[in-house]
């Protein structure tokens, strides 16, 4: 039986900030894994591929503020540091 995997114990090396900034990065990328898990059916972000993170981005936080969208792509340079990926997204 397979475990779900934990998104908060994968970024828990490059967590920085306050409580609620590390609540902020975990929220975000569970939403950002969930969506990618719907439409590729890649469940761990060891799977992803640029172009998963950048339709995220493109598609699903198309009608949302820019304060929102920069938040999010906090979160992903957040992921892909963790990834040791070298993943670059227009802030």
């Given amino acids: 039986m397979s ?17 609620a900034t590390r609540q902020r990065y975990v929220r975000q990328a569970r939403i ?3 969506e990618i898990a719907d439409r590729w059916q890649r469940k761990t972000p060891w799977g992803w591929q640029r172009k998963h993170v950048e339709w995220f981005l493109d598609h699903h936080l198309a009608e949302r503020s ?3 969208q ?5 979160t992903v340079r957040l992921l892909s540091l963790r990834l040791a990926k070298s993943w670059t997204f227009s802030l």
């Fill in 3 to 19: 475990q779900p995997f934990d998104m908060e114990l994968f970024l828990a090396g490059v967590l920085t900030g306050s409580y």
């Fill in 32 to 34: 950002i894994q969930a």
């Fill in 66 to 68: 820019q304060a929102t």
């Fill in 70 to 74: 920069y938040y999010y792509r906090l």
